[in-house]
């Protein structure tokens, strides 16, 4: 399953790896791709894994999750 997350607050590559760092350490996540241009990251999970929690890391480190959608 993947889920594509849409994020606003990134401005350069450190935000970039900033947020794959967060949400590579939710329980359940197999691999994360960031996109700065299209302010959004595709992740690909092991299991069924809450929207909340994707949100929750993406916002302690300090970046806005708009939307979360199945891809």
Avoid: F, P, R, W
């Avoid at 994020?7 to 996540?29: D, P, Q, Y």
């Avoid at 302010?39 to 929690?53: C, G, I, M, P």
């Amino acid at each position: 399953m993947k889920k594509k997350i849409t994020i606003e607050g990134m401005s350069c590559n450190h935000c970039v790896g900033h947020v794959a760092e967060a949400l590579k350490e939710v329980c359940g996540v197999k691999n994360v791709e960031v996109d700065l241009d299209g302010k959004n990251a595709v992740v690909e999970l092991a299991h069924a894994v809450e929207d909340s929690k994707l949100i929750a890391a993406i916002d302690e480190a300090g970046y806005q999750a708009v939307k979360v959608e199945e891809v």
